[in-house]
């Protein structure tokens, strides 16, 4: 609805935003538009263009920058563990957990992992969840 969508550019918008000044760079609320309906379409980027309105190249532009901003929020910093402390210190010096959550088109939450110090890579949280058995078995 608009109100997420006006909550995501405002939580977004330092990362989205263009610094290079360009009279033609895309708006913040165009990023995560464009973003969210490919993520939601499920479809090639260039299939999104009739939607969106936007090329192919930046399309994947925005995308990579709203995924990476995302991703920048992840990580919630904890009080430092009195046990294995520097396997929680993540990439950005602060300790975390690497948390995997996934929910379905409807919002419904359908796989959880929390058990990750925050200095594992994302890969490995995957490789090591239902889903990624699930994904496999459907290969």
Do not use: W
Request: with cysteine.
């Amino acid at each position: 609805d608009k109100a997420a969508i006006a909550g995501l550019c405002r939580e977004l918008g330092a990362d989205l935003e263009s610094l290079t000044g360009r009279s033609h760079a895309l708006p913040v609320a165009v990023k995560v538009t464009s973003a969210l309906t490919f993520l939601a379409s499920g479809s090639f980027q260039t299939a999104t263009r009739d939607t969106t309105g936007i090329s192919q190249s930046a399309m994947s532009n925005c995308l990579a920058q709203f995924l990476e901003a995302l991703q920048r929020r992840m990580h919630v910093a904890l009080r430092a563990p009195s046990e294995n402390e520097p396997a929680y210190r993540n990439a950005g010096n602060y300790h975390s957990m690497n948390m995997q959550v996934v929910c379905d088109a409807a919002g419904a939450i359908t796989n959880v992992v929390a058990k990750f110090p925050g200095s594992c890579p994302n890969a490995a949280v995957l490789e090591n969840s239902a889903l990624a058995r699930l994904l496999e078995g459907a290969r």
